[in-house]
């Protein structure tokens, strides 16, 4: 249990966030991967990720603790994501977390170390996560959260800050004094002057407090609807058409869709041979849209980061620094 003593000046603080924190979302998204089946209203969310999931992208889960998520994810979720620094400030608060919780597996340590090759694994796993289980599902998830922040702040318009904190979720309650949070660790907590952010996620399934330099932030359940991709990500926009063609703008949409796709199941999502998918896949692999790995006699395609912008695009978002609890 949290408890939090507002005064009057921090309750004028206190704010909802309309935009989704999609660095938390992601986090989030590995963390639900990784241990047993989320509540009910996920598991479309987890059937359709798990359907797709490279076996090699699970090396994230050994960044996780039963308390903390990873805090230096926000960067792979950006419109041009820049590369994971293994040293910068939250990334070696939540290493040196996991070291002392239990024991570094090879990847972690290499990651602790700085060594390149770890931090550019991590990369790519980040971009392998973000194809599956959150570009597909970013329209639904900004939905989801824009409309548990409207009914907030109409709870907030209706009877003001008490209102709000007594309704925005069942794990939080107010006195008139305290603000309490059910949450996985007991602590007596201050703003000290920092405003008071709920923030609401789609992919969270429990309360987080979250106390940041300038703010603080309480993350909880955005609504009880079910998370499910956007139907029109399976259909290529016009203007990709346009620019590859109908049949290679949809393999491209494939790719991007179910990352590590063999070129026989590209072959009958586009209704073509193999041949002619293997043709287009040489196509989108020259011009850099995909990359391809071949397992014995089976070759897997995977989407490259220029590829996802063109297939999914996606909007800016202002990145939030986590170490959750």
Do not use: C
Not at 259 to 286: C, F, I, K, N, Y
Not at 297 to 325: F, I, K, M, W, Y
Request: net charge neutral; proline share 9%; charged share 20%.
């Amino acid at each position: 249990m949290i408890r939090i003593r507002l005064t009057s000046d921090d309750l004028e603080r206190t704010q909802v966030a309309d935009t989704p924190d999609f660095g938390y979302e992601l986090a989030l998204g590995a963390a639900h991967l990784a241990g047993p089946a989320p509540d009910r209203r996920l598991s479309t969310w987890r059937h359709e990720v798990a359907s797709t999931w490279n076996p090699y992208h699970s090396r994230l889960f050994d960044l996780y603790t039963d308390l903390y998520l990873p805090a230096f994810f926000d960067a792979a979720t950006q419109p041009a994501p820049a590369p994971i620094d293994p040293g910068s400030p939250p990334a070696v608060a939540h290493l040196r977390d996991l070291a002392r919780s239990q024991a570094l597996t090879p990847f972690t340590r290499g990651l602790a170390e700085g060594h390149p090759r770890a931090a550019a694994t991590l990369d790519r796993l980040l971009a392998g996560l973000r194809a599956t289980a959150l570009d597909p599902y970013r329209r639904r998830i900004t939905s989801l959260v824009a409309t548990a922040s409207a009914h907030a702040r109409t709870q907030a318009e209706l009877g003001g800050p008490d209102r709000l904190l007594t309704s925005v979720h069942p794990s939080a309650s107010w006195d008139g004094r305290h603000l309490r949070l059910n949450t996985m660790v007991d602590a007596v907590e201050s703003l000290e002057g920092r405003p008071l952010i709920f923030q609401p996620s789609a992919l969270a399934t429990r309360i987080t407090f979250n106390p940041l330099a300038d703010e603080v932030i309480v993350s909880y359940p955005a609504a009880l609807a079910p998370l499910t991709r956007d139907p029109e990500l399976d259909t290529p926009p016009a203007a990709l058409k346009s620019l590859l063609g109908p049949t290679r703008a949809a393999a491209l949409v494939a790719v991007a869709r179910t990352p590590a796709v063999t070129t026989g199941r590209l072959a009958v999502t586009l209704g073509v041979s193999p041949a002619a998918a293997s043709r287009h896949a040489s196509v989108l692999r020259d011009s850099g849209l995909i990359a391809t790995t071949r397992n014995g006699q089976t070759v897997h395609h995977h989407p490259t980061r220029l590829g996802l912008d063109l297939a999914h695009g996606s909007g800016v978002e202002e990145p939030q620094r986590r170490n959750v609890r």
